[in-house]
């Protein structure tokens, strides 16, 4: 149970006959019973289910830890054990905490079963015993949610026999545990109470209620209803038979798709603050006590509202009156919103708009330890307003612009203060969204790019490091998203039929609907962008540009794509038919009788294929370090289903080798839009998969223990030399194989020449092996492949 590498047990018997158990497992504690450093149990080793998946680790056979240990060894023991809860108690932890014969907790501890998120069930008998602790409503409540309950409303709910300060936490547990030995305590097992369980019949309706909700929400999943199957089987038939079902479920639901997905994501998001050459070189981020924000619109006021809630001072500066005032009461409506749904107290609300000050002026920037730049997609303005801040603010000050396409080296080219300058690009509604974008250039210093993965910690944001590119990541990766779409619909294809198979696919809404929803000024202005920079494989279509002449504009003048009533609910409408029509008419595009029939798959393969592709692109030309970085990115920025995985993630289960020939197919039919890129076409020829680390695994066989992750800037060449001799012969045979025969000899070169340290995550192994196979020339500066974004790539073993 506790981790394969880090985890050890203590157990101390003290004068009063109390054994303390103590399991450190660093750095959630796996699985204990009085948790070390403020942690009772954040649950079991989430690796351990890779390992399983992967077949690298076998599983216990069915029941073995949930009725063989904690059951029959721990729950039916004849003596007495208490849990004391410290901080959390999560998944397996408080499977375990609820296995003992009583709860004792610190205040504010969290204790929840947030199995589902990650594909699994709670499989440590909590579908049993959480409904008999807390009734079986609330319980599923907390299991479907995956949402913990502090310690104190575990008390009022039966989960927590006590909360008692920590100081006497222990001290208190075992006096419970002797009071408990000598009667004057209960006894209770948690398994075999069912005093708060509903009679059968109207168990039956609560279970059937929950059932069809869960279909209704999660239509793609299977494990939550294999989890209410469990909870079932344990009210019908008693909570042995439970157990039983539950250990069968818990070993099938592992092996789920979902499951692997979700596990990806889980380990990718805790991925993406950990920036080879940025976050590995021992730099503290420094305290950002000040931040101001110019331009105080959805997105200026929404990141102004991020940041005040998480206890930042902030500079709201606007051009007049008017405007700051409209500012500042977007930042006091979205709070307000917090305090209509009891989220948020009056105190709390005065307390954090008291963080808030307007300016019209940059005489307030002089002590601001960073700017967010927040106005509208106008290049020289930008330059104007980073010209301005060179002036006002101080020389540690981060100056970052939120722009969600402009390429930061305009921005900043009036300035002096290159390294200085990033990206923080938020999301709509920025105070909701859960990922910041960190744009760096090649002038962006590490030091900048670890303050601002800081803040971004501490407002709560998922951030994804990425490089300098028109569209950046997200944008980027999905701009064919909406394009394709309207590819298809100018030839026939219904644009309802297609946003309903979007929406069933997982998405939050389809791309038409989302064209509703961000406004088709916005939609223009970024396709424009694109269509300028991309022109060889983009779509234009003139759909929106004919419906804006008619005064529709989206779900903002309650005309787009859909029409929309007072609630803003949408239907379909049948003008737009018209549109088509004469979109089709001026583009001079010609009805496709295939098109106009597809299934929902071929509508998802068309519409997303395209996405694969220019994520490929952006992979290949670095400007994310990590494919995973992009499933993130896609996932929090753009909603795509956590439970496929992320873009990339999905694309690896279909297969390269699919994606390319259909894509290649539709090119040749429709033309460049869907031309693969070299990287997809390298990688789809060979069916090898788009994931660089299992790319490798699949062409070299080797294991994750011998492959080199890092290189270190200025590596020495003898360093190098090591570094390749550490390998065992045979995995030296085949990297040698692959980057050819060479590679002693120029591995000098390359070691020489490495100005900073990256992650070998990349593909770059073939362009690298593409150099090392022909005749190095003189230069070294030959061997420094960049991508087009001007990013060094090196590659080692």
């Known amino acids: 149970m506790a981790s394969r590498t880090k985890g050890k047990t203590t157990m101390e018997v003290g004068g009063d006959g109390v054994a303390v158990i103590t399991l450190i497992n660093p750095p959630v504690n796996s699985l204990s019973f009085d948790g070390a450093k403020g942690r009772f149990s954040g649950g079991f080793d989430i690796s351990g289910f890779g390992d399983i998946q992967k077949g690298t680790r076998k599983a216990p056979k069915p029941g073995y830890i949930s009725i063989d240990i904690i059951t029959d060894l721990l729950e039916a023991a004849k003596k007495p054990s208490v849990a004391a809860i410290d901080g959390l108690a999560l998944g397996g932890g408080l499977e375990l905490a609820m296995a003992c014969h009583a709860r004792i907790s610190a205040p504010g501890a969290q204790l929840g079963l947030p199995e589902l998120q990650l594909g699994v069930i709670p499989g440590f008998g909590g579908t049993q015993r959480l409904p008999r602790l807390v009734g079986l409503t609330k319980a599923l409540e907390m299991i479907l949610t995956s949402k913990p309950v502090k310690a104190e409303q575990g008390h009022s709910l039966g989960l927590v026999d006590a909360v008692v300060p920590p100081a006497e936490l222990l001290d208190a547990a075992r006096r419970w545990a002797l009071d408990i030995a000598e009667r004057r305590k209960p006894w209770v097992s948690s398994v075999l109470k069912t005093d708060k369980l509903p009679p ?474 869907f031309k693969p890129c070299d990287f997809l076409a390298e990688r789809g020829s060979k069916g090898a998969p788009l994931f660089s680390l299992a790319y490798l695994l699949h062409e070299c066989s080797l294991g994750t223990s011998q492959i080199a992750v890092v290189i270190r800037s200025s590596l020495a060449s003898t360093s190098l030399q090591n570094k390749f001799s550490s390998q065992t012969d045979e995995s030296r045979k085949k990297i040698k194989k692959l980057l050819g025969s060479g590679y002693m000899d120029q591995g000098m070169w390359l070691g020489c020449y490495t100005y900073r340290l990256v992650m070998f995550e990349l593909p770059f192994w073939q362009e690298a092996g593409a150099y090392w196979k022909k005749s190095i020339p003189d230069k070294a500066s030959t061997l420094k492949p960049k991508n087009s974004s001007g990013h060094t790539r090196n590659v080692l073993v």
Not at 294 to 319: D, F, R
Not at 387 to 412: M, R, V
Not at 462 to 478: E, I, K, S
Not at 505 to 529: H, Y
């Open 200 to 673: 059968l019949g109207e168990a039956r309706e609560i279970l059937k209620f929950a059932k069809d909700q869960t279909r209704r929400q999660a239509p793609n999943l299977k494990h939550p209803l294999m989890c209410l199957e469990a909870v079932e089987v344990g009210i019908v038939s008693g909570s042995r038979a439970g157990l039983e079902k539950e250990a069968l479920i818990s070993s099938q639901v592992v092996k789920l798709d979902t499951t692997k997905s979700l596990i990806h994501v889980f380990f990718s998001q805790r991925g993406t603050a950990k920036v080879p050459g940025v976050t590995d070189r021992g730099l503290v981020p420094r305290k950002i006590k000040k931040v101001a924000i110019i331009g105080g619109g959805l997105m200026g006021s929404g990141i102004a509202t991020a940041l005040i809630l998480s206890n930042y001072p902030v500079i709201l500066k606007e051009v007049n009156e008017k405007f700051l005032e409209a500012g500042v009461g977007r930042v006091k409506a979205n709070l307000q919103s917090s305090v209509k749904k009891g989220m948020m107290s009056q105190e709390k609300f005065e307390k954090t708009m008291s963080l808030l000050k307007g300016s019209l002026d940059y005489e307030s920037f002089r002590d601001v330890d960073m700017v967010i730049e927040a106005v509208i997609e106008n290049i020289s303005l930008k330059q104007q307003i980073f010209a301005d801040l060179e002036k006002y603010c101080p020389q540690h000050c981060i100056l970052a612009s939120n722009t969600s396409t402009i390429d930061l080296n305009k921005i900043g080219e009036r300035t002096k203060s290159q390294d200085r300058i990033i990206g923080a690009h938020f999301f709509s509604p920025a105070h909701v969204m859960p990922l910041l974008e960190i744009v760096r250039t090649n002038h962006t210093s590490a030091q900048v790019i670890v303050d601002l993965l800081d803040v971004g910690k501490k407002i709560k944001k998922t951030p994804v490091v990425v490089g300098n590119c028109t569209g950046f990541a997200v944008n980027r990766m999905f701009f064919p998203y909406t394009q394709a779409a309207m590819f298809l619909v100018e030839r026939g294809t219904d644009p309802y039929l297609i946003d309903k198979a979007v929406s069933k696919f997982g998405m939050p809404m389809g791309p038409f609907r989302l064209c509703d929803l961000v406004g088709f000024g916005v939609a223009i202005a970024t396709a424009t962008q694109f269509i300028e920079n991309f022109p060889e494989r983009t779509n234009k279509s003139m759909i929106i540009p004919l419906m804006q002449e008619d005064k529709r504009a989206g779900e903002a003048t309650r005309k787009g794509f859909y029409l929309y009533d007072e609630k803003r609910k949408a239907k379909p409408d049948p003008e737009i038919k018209k549109y088509i029509e004469k979109a089709r008419s001026v583009s001079g595009v010609n009805l496709d009788p295939k098109l106009a029939k597809l299934s929902e798959k071929e509508i998802i393969e068309m519409t997303f294929f395209p996405v694969v592709n220019e994520a490929c692109r952006v992979f290949a030309e670095g400007i994310a370090v990590k494919a995973a970085d992009l499933d993130i990115a896609g996932i929090f920025g753009m909603g795509f289903p956590p439970y496929r995985g992320g873009i990339m993630f999905w694309a690896d289960s279909i297969g390269s080798k699919y994606i390319y020939s259909k894509l290649d197919e539709w090119s040749k039919a429709y033309g460049g839009f």
